[in-house]
């Protein structure tokens, strides 16, 4: 089973930062596609970003300029750095994973989430 860890979700002030750390870990091979998601009251999940292991990204229009997501291939692990948050940040962020499995196998993981609140 492959398990996705997240952390670094807290309260901060609007213009404020934080950085969030998920790390895939379990019986897999390796994982491909990376992202963070987010989850408001109300709102469905949305892709906030997303990174290959090539290095390509893609954002959500909402947070360009302003997240930036990365990842190290070998601890399988993606990091989202969050500058000048809103208020309208504050949702549960959950990390993604395309994991290839040691069965060669691709499976779809989630982690169990990690509420980033903004306000003042």
């Known amino acids: 089973q492959v398990q996705l860890v997240e952390s670094g979700g807290g309260l901060v002030q609007p213009g404020g930062s934080l950085r969030l750390s998920c790390a895939a870990s379990?019986?897999?091979?390796?994982?491909?596609?990376m992202g963070w998601y987010r989850q408001a009251p109300g709102k469905e999940r949305e892709l906030v970003a997303s990174?290959?292991?090539?290095?390509?990204?893609n954002y959500a229009d909402s947070v360009k300029g302003r997240f930036t997501i990365s990842r190290d291939n070998a601890k399988n692990a993606v990091y989202l750095q969050m500058d000048n948050l809103k208020p309208e940040d504050t949702a549960v962020y959950l990390c993604?994973?395309?994991?290839?499995?040691?069965?060669?196998?691709?499976?779809?993981?989630w982690g169990q989430g990690t509420q980033v609140t903004v306000s003042s």
């Open positions: 379990g019986r897999m091979f390796r994982a491909n596609a």
């Open positions: 993604n994973a395309q994991v290839l499995t040691i069965a060669m196998t691709n499976v779809d993981c």
């Open positions: 990174i290959i292991s090539t290095g390509s990204t």
